[in-house]
């Protein structure tokens, strides 16, 4: 399988959150829209510095990561950044790598998401099809669709 790139938007959920409060316009949200590598390998989203500063992106704490080539080192984790794919989108925190010269679009948004890849078409796709399938059972044994809330890191938008 070749490697399979996909178009994702990446907005400061910060600036979402000021904007629902009145405090900023649509315009003010600081985003970006890219052309991701999908790492399945990737436990989240991997960012450069220079993205993080344009999303104006906090940085939260510091984890210790293992990139691709075996290197280990230390590595800011900032966010939250709501990662959006057409009609979809989660919010999570962004490792963020220094010299990193793509951006990685990592499992826990795939995931939060309802997205995989197609080894065949070698694209991603929903993993239910076009729509978002999450049920739920309610207490008379009906099926009701339902957003899906992921704990943190990532949680998927209702």
Known sequence: MSLVRTEITLKNADDL???????????????????????TGA???????????????????????????????????????????????ATCDALVVPGADKVLLGAIPLEAM??????????????HGDQILHTLINTRGVQVKHPYVIPSPCQQSP
């Open 114 to 127: 309802d997205l995989m890849i197609n080894p065949r078409l070698e694209e991603v796709v929903g993993v």
């Open 17 to 39: 959150a000021r904007l629902l409060d009145g405090h900023i316009k649509e315009p003010e949200i600081r985003q970006t829209t890219i052309q991701a590598l999908v790492d």
């Open 43 to 89: 436990w989240t989203l991997v960012i450069d510095p220079a993205t993080r500063e344009k999303l104006g992106l906090r940085v939260l704490r510091t984890e210790t990561g293992t990139l691709a080539d075996g290197t280990v080192a230390v590595y800011n984790l900032a966010g939250p950044v709501e990662v959006i794919w057409k009609n979809r989108s």
